[in-house]
């Protein structure tokens, strides 16, 4: 009796199959996907099988090409909308992770893009995904059904639940380096790490982005390293300097204890010189319900010794 019902199972999953191959044959279409663009639309649910990578690889592909893969860099040319024109670009998953997530499997996914011809002020390209498991079987009511979906590995589809494309980071088409870190008991982030220059100011920047009310949301950005020693000239003399100078650094860490919606608060220290003096602080940043993202004080925010 199970083996006939297995067989008709079976029968109805390859019949839509073998109907579909009658048709006409598909378009092949030549030209570049705009995969950079902001406006491709990206599935809300895949059926891949297999296992974690192989499912992540064909959510991979799906999205990028059949180039895209898990453990190294792949190049492609892709249709700069700003210049009309190809560029050629370098990708790489370059940070992944699997949580819990209040009782719910999810995929943290970050994929890098760096420009290869890009000017030494143009940013580098991120594109982040948050992705669930489903936690239904597509099809069938008894145990052997759902244990042959299962084998089959289709009975987990990949739910996209958050996105965020083409945010803009670093210099030189480098976007800087991406890490998954924990902000509370079940909020996890994308730590994304990024130099800039402006005008003689050197900074590094900390950015957090974590689905808070459903989306992908800035919920921390804060400064690792600032100082204004190219714009004073300070940077190429071994004499004290006159000129007022700023050169800080941020250490940052999480720390653990109560947490406030879900995130622990951040604790900051400072040391280096602020302008006219050395300083040493320590700040404590909450969340702020409200606002949706952590409150940073005045002193944190500084651009140069002018305010």
């Known amino acids: 009796m199970h083996g006939r019902r297995a067989c008709r199972w079976l029968l109805a999953l390859a019949l839509p199959a073998l109907l579909a191959g009658c048709g006409d044959p598909p378009a092949v279409n030549d030209k570049p996907r705009r995969v950079l663009d902001s406006t491709v639309a990206v599935e809300d649910t895949l059926y891949p099988s297999g296992t974690d990578e192989q499912r992540l690889l064909a959510f991979l592909r799906d999205r990028y090409g059949a180039s895209a893969r898990l453990d190294g860099p792949w190049q492609d040319p892709w249709d700069d909308t700003e210049v009309q024109a190809q560029r050629p670009v370098t990708r790489r998953v370059c940070a992944r992770g699997t949580v819990d997530t209040d009782g719910h499997v999810q995929h943290l996914l970050a994929v890098c893009q760096t420009l290869d011809d890009a000017a030494s002020v143009e940013p580098g390209r991120v594109d982040l995904y948050v992705l669930r498991d489903g936690q239904a079987p597509l099809f069938g009511k008894d145990e052997n059904e759902r244990a042959f979906s299962r084998i089959l590995g289709v009975d987990r589809p990949l739910l996209v639940i958050a996105q965020r494309l083409q945010g803009r980071y670093g210099r030189k088409g480098a976007p800087g380096t991406v890490q998954i870190e924990q902000l509370g008991p079940q909020r996890h982030a994308f730590r994304i790490t990024h130099a800039a220059r402006h005008r003689g100011i050197a900074r590094v920047s900390r950015s957090y982005i974590a689905v808070h009310d459903d989306r992908l949301r800035d919920v921390a950005v804060l400064d690792e390293h600032i100082d204004n020693r190219a714009a004073t000239g300070c940077e190429r003399t071994t004499t004290p300097c006159e000129a007022a100078t700023i050169d800080l650094d941020f250490a ?56």
């Open 252 to 307: 940052i860490t999480v720390g653990k204890g109560d947490a406030v919606a879900g995130y622990w608060a951040l604790m900051v220290r400072t040391r280096g010189q602020d302008c006219s003096e050395p300083t040493q602080q320590d700040h404590r940043l909450r969340f702020e319900p409200g606002t949706r993202r952590y409150a940073v004080p005045a002193e944190l925010q500084r651009e140069d010794c002018a305010g």
